[in-house]
């Protein structure tokens, strides 16, 4: 499967709202979550069927906001993957302040695959996952490129 052949990203309104929930949540106590998201590939498009929020732990260090994700909740995610038949294909967070990629961001994805996505939500998603202020980031030849105009490619449905 080539997920670098990806054009159509087709996400049930569902999964946009419980995204969209999960990042505010988190962004009222001043911290960062991470949100994924899994379905299947056909041809060009990635239809999304689960949004996942794998056990993790985030932290307000003096440097900025951090999420952990532990092996355990790795392997977890990864069975389940397996045992539906899904793959993973695009992870989210949001900043406080403006969508970036952070250096963390960059060397610590969750989706690794090349193809894959990372989206970024500005002002901890207070504006929509789907804004104009929220980056989308695409791993190419291991390096993360944001995508310009990024959300061209999101279809809800």
């Known amino acids: 499967m080539n997920l670098t052949e990806l054009n159509i990203f087709t996400i049930p309104a569902r999964i ?4 969209e929930r999960n990042l505010r949540r988190a962004g ?3 911290l960062e979550l991470f949100v994924l998201w899994s379905g299947l590939v056909s041809g060009n498009e990635f239809i999304a069927r689960t949004a996942h929020v794998p ?3 985030s932290y307000q260090l003096e440097t900025g906001l951090m999420v952990r994700v532990d092996g355990d909740a790795l392997h977890q995610l990864n069975t389940w993957l397996y045992d ?4 993973l294909v695009v992870q989210i967070h949001a900043h406080p302040t403006e969508a970036f990629h952070s250096a963390t ?5 969750i ?3 090349e193809g894959s996505i990372s989206i970024v939500a500005a002002d901890f998603c207070r504006q929509g996952l789907l804004s104009e202020s929220t980056a989308v980031y695409r791993l190419d030849n291991q390096s993360w490129l944001e995508l310009d105009p990024p959300l061209g490619m999101f279809r809800v449905n």
């Not at 946009?16 to 995204?19: A, G, K």
């Not at 961001?105 to 994805?109: A, G, L, N, S, V």
């Open 28 to 30: 009222r106590k001043g």
């Open 84 to 87: 539906h038949e899904e793959v």
């Open 111 to 113: 989706v690794t695959a």
């Open 105 to 109: 961001d960059d060397t610590y994805p």
């Open 16 to 19: 946009v709202d419980e995204t």
């Open 55 to 57: 056990r993790q732990t």
